[in-house]
């Protein structure tokens, strides 16, 4: 089943799991009409997970499932898992609720390795796949990539691979969720092949470059679960002002000691 995310750029709420945010934005279509949600499987249950750490949790899977039965505005609802537990678990909750009656479900693993991410990933993608058409045949798969931070991301050289672009390509039926930051670096050819007649969901901090990616023609028919600017972005235009002041202080303590050097040479003289 494909969801055409591509015939629409939906506004996304990322990685809510707090309970008063979720039923604000359940409680309408005018702010969100899709929304992100990690799960993770911790103390004893599936549960809406932060991003970072599990401090701000306060809503089990269970919970969310059951505001969502009693919803009947249409959203998108990406759940993007995070562990086994939380895949074998949760996607045996999501399959016996009737959220699919009125919304449509996405279901994401990281399940390839991606620029500089770990080769372990969650879920073989396939396995995944097969796993989520077996039980929620409704849903949407999702596979996006393991992905971390590297120092060819300081050069504005930390791009996807031809490799994991067929690795993508290869999968039929399934979104490609991709980094936006990684994205906006890879080369064309790659891209190319990337959103060659597929789903795409791009996700992930934004700034000048990759607005302007977005901006281009052919990024038109992206959906983009996208936020502002945040360490990952700030780091890498960092190098934008660091790399051009060393170059000139190269440059300048070069030609000063070029221009002592002949200073001497004429007193020698």
């Not at 997970?49 to 089990?60: E, K, L, Y």
């Not at 678990?89 to 994401?108: D, T």
């Not at 959103?195 to 038109?220: A, I, M, P, Y």
Request: charged share 15%; net charge negative; with cysteine.
């Amino acid at each position: 089943m494909s969801l055409a995310l591509c015939s629409k750029q939906h506004r996304w709420l990322h990685g809510a799991n707090n309970a008063a945010i979720l039923q604000e934005a359940l409680a309408s279509r005018d702010v969100y009409d899709a929304i992100e949600i990690d799960l993770s499987y911790v103390r004893g249950s599936v549960h809406l997970a932060h991003h970072q750490d599990d401090s701000g949790i306060d809503t089990t899977l269970s919970r969310f499932l059951g505001m969502l039965e009693q919803n009947t505005n249409a959203f998108i609802i990406k759940f993007d898992f995070k562990d086994i537990r939380s895949v074998t678990e949760g996607i045996a909750l999501i399959a016996s609720s009737s959220i699919a009656q009125y919304h449509r479900i996405i279901c994401n693993v990281d399940g390839l390795q991606g620029p500089a991410g770990s080769s372990e990933v969650l879920m073989c993608a396939r396995c995944f796949e097969a796993l989520v058409n077996e039980k929620i045949p409704s849903s949407q798969v999702s596979i996006g990539m393991t992905t971390a931070w590297h120092v060819s991301t300081l050069f504005f050289s930390h791009g996807y691979s031809m490799h994991q672009a067929r690795a993508l390509a290869g999968m039929s039926n399934v979104t490609s969720a991709l980094r936006m930051t990684i994205l906006a670096q890879t080369h064309p050819h790659v891209v190319s092949v990337l959103l060659d007649n597929r789903n795409v969901l791009v996700w992930g901090e934004v700034g000048f470059f990759e607005n302007e990616w977005l901006s281009s023609e052919k990024t038109q028919c992206i959906d983009r679960d996208i936020w502002g600017p945040g360490w990952w972005v700030f780091a890498q235009y960092a190098w934008l002002v660091i790399i051009p002041s060393m170059c000139c202080m190269f440059i300048y303590f070069y030609w000063c000691r070029d221009k002592k050097d002949n200073t001497y040479q004429k007193i020698y003289i």
